[in-house]
T-cell receptor, first 112, second 114 residues
Framework: GAGVSQTPSNKVTEKGKYVELRCDPI?????LYWYRQSLGQGPEFLIYFQGTGAADDSGLPNDRFFAVRPEGSVSTLKIQRTERGDSAVYLCASSPYGYEQYFGPGTRLTVT | SQKIEQNSEALNIQEGKTATLTCNYT??????LQWYRQDPGRGPVFLLL?????KEKRKERLKVTFDTTLKQSLFHITASQPADSATYLCALGLIKAAGNKLTFGGGTRVLVKP
């Protein structure tokens, strides 16, 4: 079956611009996670949704970052006033039971 | 401070040998621990989960041990193959209930030479 998909695969934006990253989880998975990964490091947790609600947003670095999942399926990560330090690969994962996580290929964000 | 340490140096191993990777953690009390494989340009792929009350788990050529006293997990790939070359990540689940975030180590790159 289809895995987790993320769009776009690459995004280049200028400092100060707004970006949206989309995640389409595996059908039926109620848990959805966003992580970001810098080169040579492991993924770093950002936010977790159970259904439509954000169950844990403790990893969002500041109020420029926001995520939604309005219908309990697709999720969008939104970053305002992007900074060069936001450059990373943004990974989305979904889970049927909340233990093992199924990751998408990621969106590589470059802020110039 | 809290840390999860994996060997940052790549592990080079001959085909057919056993690769052993280490995950050490400090100031965490994980309820479970997971191992993932990550290939370049791709997202991590789940391999194994081991709970705090389990000592060892196996899946095909993979074996994981979990020692909560030593605060360490070992990950073994037996009869390694060039296709096993990848980065391997350990991740801690800090709460027993489902739906937790994972806290990842930095990963260890494994290169299996034919």
């Amino acid at each position: 079956g289809a895995g987790v998909s993320q769009t776009p695969s690459n995004k280049v934006t200028e400092k100060g611009k707004y970006v949206e990253l989309r995640c389409d989880p595996i059908s039926g998975h109620t848990a959805l996670y966003w992580y970001r990964q810098s080169l040579g490091q492991g993924p770093e947790f950002l936010i977790y949704f159970q259904g439509t609600g954000a169950a844990d947003d403790s990893g969002l670095p500041n109020d420029r970052f926001f995520a939604v999942r309005p219908e309990g399926s697709v999720s969008t990560l939104k970053i305002q006033r992007t900074e060069r330090g936001d450059s990373a690969v943004y990974l989305c994962a979904s889970s049927p039971y909340g233990y093992e996580q199924y990751f998408g290929p990621g969106t590589r964000l470059t802020v110039t | 401070s809290q840390k999860i340490e994996q060997n940052s140096e790549a592990l080079n191993i001959q085909e057919g040998k056993t690769a052993t990777l280490t995950c050490n953690y400090t100031n965490y009390s994980p309820a479970y621990l997971q191992w993932y494989r990550q290939d370049p340009g791709r997202g991590p792929v789940f391999l194994l989960l081991i709970r705090e009350n389990e000592k060892e788990k196996r899946k095909e050529r993979l074996k994981v041990t979990f020692d909560t006293t030593l605060k360490q997990s070992l990950f073994h790939i037996t009869a390694s193959q060039p296709a096993d070359s990848a980065t391997y990540l350990c991740a801690l689940g800090l709460i027993k209930a489902a739906g937790n975030k994972l806290t990842f180590g930095g990963g260890t790159r494994v290169l299996v030479k034919p």
